[in-house]
C-alpha cells in the first residue's frame, strides 16, 4: 500500500469512528478482493470512505473533468482513480478497468455513474461480463449528512451485500441489452439493502 493511500485510508478510518459509523455484514467484506465493489452514489466521500472498509487497495473511477487540472489529477491517479468521460461508454476506461481487474486487484464502481442519476449505466455490465468478475454490491447511507451524523442525528451506515454471480449472466450474451440488465440488477440489489439498514 503506497504511503499517500496508506495515509487516506488511516484519516478516513478515523473519521468515520467519528462519526459513529457501522457497518452491516461486515464479514462479506473478506470476498471484496479481485472483484466489482458496487455502490449507490451520495457523497464525495463514498469513494475514500469504501476505501476506508477494505483492507486491500481498491481502484476508483472517476469523472475526466477532475483530472483537468494536473496537480490534482496526479493525485487521484496516486490513489488509483481511472479518468472516464460521461455520458457514454469509455473504452478507453473500461480497457484499464478490465486491466486491473484481470491483474487481481479489485474495483469500486457507481453503477448510476453520478450523484444526480438514478438509473443503472451499462459500463458495469460490460466490464463483469469482459472480465467475468463477480459484483459486491454495498448501500451507504448518510454520508451526505455530515454535520447529522457528527451529532449522532443521523448514522454513517454500509451495509454489504451478497455477492452477485457474473456466470448467471453469461448465457445471455455480450450485448447492450445484457450490460444493462446486469447493471438494472445490480442497482436492484443495493436498493434493497436499503431495508436492512433501516430495520437494524
Known amino acids: 500500500m503506497n504511503l499517500l493511500y496508506r495515509i487516506s485510508v488511516f484519516n478516513l478510518t478515523l473519521l468515520r469512528k467519528i462519526l459513529g459509523n457501522r457497518v452491516i455484514h461486515k464479514q462479506r467484506l473478506a470476498g471484496s478482493t479481485n472483484c466489482i465493489i458496487a455502490a449507490n452514489h451520495i457523497s464525495y466521500l463514498d469513494p475514500p470512505f469504501i476505501g476506508s472498509l477494505i483492507k486491500k487497495e481498491i481502484n476508483y473511477l472517476a469523472k475526466a473533468e ?46 448510476e455513474g453520478s450523484r444526480s442519476s438514478f438509473q443503472a449505466k451499462p459500463g458495469i455490465g460490460k466490464i463483469a461480463l469482459q472480465t ?3 459484483i459486491l454490491p454495498i448501500y451507504i447511507a448518510n454520508s451526505n ?7 449522532r442525528k443521523k448514522r454513517l451506515t454500509f451495509v454489504i451485500g ?9 448465457k445471455y450474451g455480450d450485448n447492450k441489452e445484457n450490460y444493462r440488465r446486469i447493471a438494472n440488477y445490480v442497482l436492484e440489489k443495493i436498493n434493497g439493502l436499503k431495508n436492512e439498514c433501516e430495520n437494524s
Open 145 to 151: 449528512k455530515f454535520c447529522a451524523t457528527l451529532f
Open 132 to 134: 467475468r468478475k463477480d
Open 162 to 170: 451478497e455477492k452477485i454471480k457474473i456466470n448467471n449472466f453469461i
Open 66 to 111: 477532475l483530472f483537468h487540472f494536473k496537480p490534482f489529477g496526479k493525485i487521484l491517479r496516486s490513489v488509483h482513480a481511472i479518468p472516464i468521460k460521461r455520458g457514454r461508454i469509455d473504452r478507453k476506461a473500461i480497457e484499464i478497468c478490465s486491466q486491473r481487474l484481470q491483474s487481481g486487484q479489485a474495483l469500486l464502481i457507481f453503477p
